[in-house]
C-alpha cells in the first residue's frame, strides 16, 4: 500500500502525504507545544530563533519585532571552548613527569 502511495505522489511525504490523503486529525491533548522560542546565551547574550517543546515564562522581542519565549542557557556553540577555538591541550606528559618528581622527593616509588 505505501509502495502505491509512493508511487502517485512521490514529490510528498511525512505529514504532507498524510494531508493529501485527507489525514489531518491527530489525537487531542497529547502533544507538546512545538513553538518558535529564542536561546540565549548567558555568558556571551548571544540568541539564535528556534523551535522547541520546553516550557517558559520569560519572552524576548526577536529581530522581526515579534514576542518569542525565551530560554537562557549557560553555554551554546559560540561560547563553548571546543566551537570557538579556546579549548586547552592537556599535556599529559607533563603532568606524569610533575606526579613522579612529587612522589620521588617523598621517598614513594611511582
Do not use: C
Not at 489525514?23 to 555568558?43: F, G, L, W
Not at 530563533?49 to 517558559?56: G, K, M, P
Not at 571552548?81 to 606526579?99: L, S
Amino acid at each position: 500500500v505505501a509502495a502505491s502511495i509512493l508511487n502517485e505522489v512521490p514529490h510528498l511525504y511525512g505529514t504532507q502525504m498524510l494531508r493529501h490523503y485527507g489525514v489531518t486529525n491527530m489525537k487531542k491533548d497529547i502533544h507538546p507545544n512545538y513553538r518558535h522560542v529564542v536561546i540565549k546565551d548567558a555568558s556571551n547574550g548571544w540568541a539564535f530563533l528556534t523551535r522547541s517543546t520546553v516550557n517558559t515564562n520569560e519572552t524576548t522581542k526577536w529581530e522581526d519585532g515579534k514576542d518569542y519565549p525565551m530560554i537562557i542557557v549557560e553555554t551554546t556553540s559560540a561560547s563553548h571552548p571546543f566551537f570557538t577555538g579556546k579549548h586547552k591541550v592537556v599535556d599529559t606528559a607533563g603532568r606524569i613527569e610533575k606526579f613522579k618528581r612529587k612522589y620521588e622527593k617523598a621517598g614513594v616509588k611511582a
